[in-house]
């Protein structure tokens, strides 16, 4: 039984709440009222304001008209230290932690416990904090090792992190941000049911995900934005995922894809016994061999940290690999630079969009011609034609949805995630390249885009370029590949076509028992 149903008080109000931003009024006169010991999902198209608003509750930003009320008490949350005073904490979807400090570090961080050295110096307390964090980790079952750094350990438990941070300081109103958006399916069924343990603990939960089943899996209730306004308000349990899909669009969406068979042509890719060393000089990738034809979506699946982001890296030439060798069209590009590949025929659409893909303080026109503002028709010579950028911009924003409050003008930041995205999936798209890489392409954006993402590959692949998709969905592997490599400490532990995977099977080999249970056959 769901706490909410023995509990009604109203533990989280909004009144009336108003955000604008330049050109675009991301809250509209929000009104909405969450019960004590809920989890209220909120659902709707990138940019349709469900961040923003949780970003005022947490004290990020601050409406320009309107009331919060937190336990009846109306509030004035002016910044996420007077949030986490009124007990409020969030899991944001690019997390907030600082890489070269250890776990325990991030999450004392500002609340750090004090001891006296040599009775007269105050300092913080670590071996304290150590042990009061392993014993809330092991109490909530998000155990991570304390002293552990955060870019030594992996994305899952940089997540663990982040939510042991909001349990340290007694927070009693989560927010979680696209919780599952860079997890593999084991790590998501273990974090919902950390969500559902939160929730009949007490704690009340705000869930702001596209993933619909996830929301039908764990939510309570669900709140419907779209272009800034609160649509309407359902009990998940009364409404299936098609009507939630069609509620957030607000016209019905196809969730199934039209994949006609594959045409292959001549090898576009070719990488030949690569390996991939880290800084402790062990491999990351290990004497990996693969080859991708004219046509061909070859999917590589693995849980993350098993080296399919390092081949990405290293085919886009973001990484210099260790040894092997990597053929594009028949020419050696093992040494060439991102740019001469770039020309060479390969566009790339990485995993972490705002660090790799985008600069978040130059407009959205500037980083939609960020690979061919030198050359024609962007530029002759020392010149370049802002007329032709922004010409091109336009058509480019209406014709992959891109939403942004001041058109080109709009700063790369001030875009929703799941725009942004659009945004660089456009752009490579239109470099038109033989070899296309997708990394995690569908993470936090709407099911609407997700299935536009996924069209827009077959609709690739059917035109003759060869893909590399890397995804932690398995129903997008399994609905969008010809040929799927599993991946495991740094090694492809078995290619085969599309056909002859499930779902289990993949899932098998992702977690090393794929031999094992051949075996056992």
Not at 253 to 279: C, M, Q, S, Y
Not at 335 to 345: D, P
Request: hydrophobic share 40%; proline share 3%; with cysteine.
């Amino acid at each position: 039984m769901n706490k909410t149903e023995n509990n009604s008080e109203t533990i989280v109000e909004f009144r009336h709440i108003t955000k604008r931003f330049p050109g675009i009024v991301a809250n509209d006169d929000i009104n909405l009222a969450v019960k004590k010991g809920e989890i209220f999902a909120l659902l709707g198209e990138n940019g349709a304001g469900k961040s923003v608003l949780m970003s005022i509750l947490f004290g990020m930003y601050e409406a320009e008209e309107g009331e919060i009320y937190i336990r009846g008490k109306k509030e004035q949350i002016d910044s996420p230290i007077k949030a986490a005073a009124l007990n409020i904490g969030m899991v944001h979807q690019h997390f907030k932690l600082v890489e070269n400090f250890t776990i325990a570090e991030n999450i004392i961080m500002g609340a750090e416990p004090m001891k006296k050295a040599a009775g007269l110096f105050p300092v913080v307390d670590i071996d304290y904090a150590n042990e009061k964090i392993a014993a809330l980790s092991k109490e909530y079952g998000l155990e991570v090792d304390p002293t552990a750094r955060i870019d030594e350990v992996p994305v899952a438990v940089q997540q663990r992190a982040e939510i042991l941070k909001m349990l340290y300081r007694d927070a009693e109103i989560l927010i979680f941000d696209e919780p599952t958006a860079v997890l593999a399916p084991k790590e998501i069924e273990y974090l919902l049911d950390i969500i559902r343990r939160l929730r009949d603990g007490g704690k009340t939960i705000f869930l702001v995900t596209h993933k619909l089943k996830e929301i039908k899996a764990i939510a309570d209730r669900c709140g419907i934005m779209r272009r800034g306004k609160l649509i309407s308000v359902h009990s998940v349990a009364d409404t299936d995922l098609q009507e939630l899909a069609n509620l957030m669009v607000g016209h019905k969406i196809e969730l199934t894809l039209d994949k006609k068979p594959p045409a292959f042509g001549e090898n576009i890719l070719t990488v030949e016994h690569l390996t991939v060393t880290d800084r402790n000089k062990l491999p990351v990738v290990n004497d990996i061999s693969l080859s991708i034809r004219a046509g061909e979506i070859y999917a590589i699946a693995g849980v993350s940290g098993n080296g399919q982001l390092e081949i990405a890296d290293a085919v886009a030439g973001m990484i210099t690999p260790t040894a092997g060798r990597i053929t594009l069209q028949g020419q050696d590009i093992t040494g060439c630079t991102v740019r001469r590949r770039t020309e060479a025929g390969i566009a790339y659409i990485p995993e972490d969009r705002q660090r790799v893909a985008v600069v978040m303080d130059m407009t959205l026109r500037d980083n939609m011609v960020l690979k061919s503002y030198y050359r024609p028709p962007f530029a002759d010579g020392l010149f370049r034609d802002t007329a032709a950028a922004d010409t091109y911009t336009a058509a480019a924003l209406e014709k992959y949805d891109v939403r942004s409050g001041q058109d080109g003008d709009s700063i790369m930041r001030t875009l929703s995630g799941g725009n942004q995205q659009k945004a660089v999936i456009g752009r490579e798209t239109d470099l038109d390249a033989a070899l296309m890489i997708f990394v995690q392409p569908t993470r936090g954006v709407d099911i609407g885009a997700i299935m536009n993402i996924r069209r827009l590959m077959l609709d690739l692949r059917d035109k003759g370029k060869a893909i590399l998709l890397i995804s932690m969905e398995l129903e997008e592997i399994m609905a969008c590949a010809d040929t799927i490599g599993v991946i495991y400490g740094g090694e492809i532990k078995k290619t085969a076509p599309r056909e002859e995977w499930t779902i289990e099977k993949i899932g098998e080999y992702m977690m090393g028992l794929g031999e094992r249970s051949k075996a056992n056959e």
